[in-house]
């Protein structure tokens, strides 16, 4: 069975950084689009971003461009989204996705980021 499992976040002060990872397990990790959602309360799910196979692309929802990186190590089935200059509005509960094609789609928990002084 699939699982994704995210790790790294936690309560951070405005202007700090953290490093969330998601390491999938009993998947071929490579074939896979990789993505980090969140979910803030009260709101709906948005896209963070996006990394392709092989980390041939990536893209960014406009409220994280130039602060927040996603990168991947499919040697490790491993994808991380390396978050800096954190903001309140970035409080949220991050979420990692597995896609492929149309038919493979895939969650993690999810991992609470708190971005608070």
């Known amino acids: 069975q699939v699982q994704l499992v995210e790790s790294g976040g936690g309560l951070v002060q405005p202007g700090g950084s953290l490093r969330l990872s998601c390491v999938a397990s009993?998947?071929?990790?490579?074939?896979?689009?990789m993505s980090w959602y969140r979910q803030a309360p009260g709101k709906e799910r948005e896209l963070v971003a996006v990394?392709?196979?092989?980390?041939?692309?990536?893209s960014y929802g406009d409220s994280v461009k130039g602060r927040f990186t996603i990168s991947r190590d499919d040697n490790k089935d491993t994808v991380f989204l390396q978050m800096n200059n954190l903001q309140p509005e970035d409080t949220a509960v991050y979420y990692c996705?597995?896609?492929?094609?149309?038919?493979?789609?895939?969650w993690g928990q999810g991992t609470q980021v708190t971005v608070s002084s």
């Open positions: 990394i392709g196979r092989a980390g041939g692309s990536t």
């Open positions: 996705n597995a896609k492929w094609g149309e038919t493979w789609d895939y």
């Open positions: 009993d998947v071929t990790f490579s074939w896979y689009t």
